[in-house]
């Protein structure tokens, strides 16, 4: 099994431009997640989607949207990049409705010029 | 910030040493977790602790649980240079649906 799949790895934007990191689980998990991971601070939650048809913001949602598309992907949109939304951008996924173990993917970097 | 803190930010030992991570939360929780994360690599799932337990032990891993205090530790016994990477302390909040994460405490292991 692959577990959790996010494409691309590396990416550059222009400020303004947008882009769409994708994610998908081979799990037949419930829950996904999108975290970002900025120096000194820990993973910070973007959104969240419990289960397939609902998503809810996190911590840091402003700037992002999220769709799930069904119950093995969910994407994260940047419809505007900014420099600040410079970072590495995780998703997650796990079993049940939220607060068990998660599955992460390998990451994208993201660098916004 | 309703973030676990790790302490120590860093910590640098010798193979074969023990190293201990610290984890402090400030609401009371559904359960604790640990998570490695090697170096440009995603976060891996290490151990769960639940808010009744004080105590867990995988391989080398041993946590331990102080609802009281609101921290936690995270012993890592007979370290190897293959245990170099951070750690991070996930906590799953009453009433939430999502993990906080802390902000990791970066271990060295000189061979």
């Known amino acids: 099994n692959a577990g959790v799949t996010q494409t691309p790895k590396f990416q550059v934007l222009k400020t303004g431009q947008s882009m769409t990191l994708q994610c998908a689980q081979d799990?037949?998990?419930?829950?996904m997640y999108w975290y970002r991971q900025d120096p000194g601070m820990g993973l910070r939650l973007i959104y969240y989607?419990?289960?397939?048809?609902?998503?809810d913001k996190g911590e840091v949602p402003n700037g992002y949207n999220v769709s799930r598309l069904n119950k093995r992907e969910f994407s994260l949109r940047l419809e505007s990049a900014a420099p600040s939304q410079t970072s590495v951008y995780f998703c997650?996924?796990?079993?049940?409705?939220?607060?068990?173990?998660?599955?992460f993917g390998s990451g994208t970097q993201l660098s916004v010029l | 910030s309703q973030q676990g803190e790790e302490d120590p930010q860093a910590l640098s030992i010798q193979e074969g040493e023990n190293a201990t991570m610290n984890c402090s939360y400030k609401?009371?929780?559904?359960?604790l977790q640990w998570y490695r994360q090697n170096s440009g690599r995603g976060l891996v799932h290490l151990i769960l602790i639940r808010s009744n337990e004080r105590e867990k032990h995988s391989g080398r891993l041993r946590v331990t649980l102080d609802t009281s205090k609101k921290s936690s530790s995270l012993l890592i016994t007979a370290s190897r240079a293959a245990d170099t990477a951070s750690y991070f302390c996930a906590t799953d909040r009453t009433g939430a649906n999502n993990l906080f994460f802390g902000t990791g405490t970066r271990l060295t292991v000189i061979p």
């Open positions: 989607s419990a289960s397939e048809g609902t998503t």
């Open positions: 799990m037949n998990h419930n829950s």
């Open positions: 609401t009371s929780i559904n359960n």
């Open positions: 997650a996924s796990t079993e049940g409705d939220g607060g068990e173990k998660l599955f």
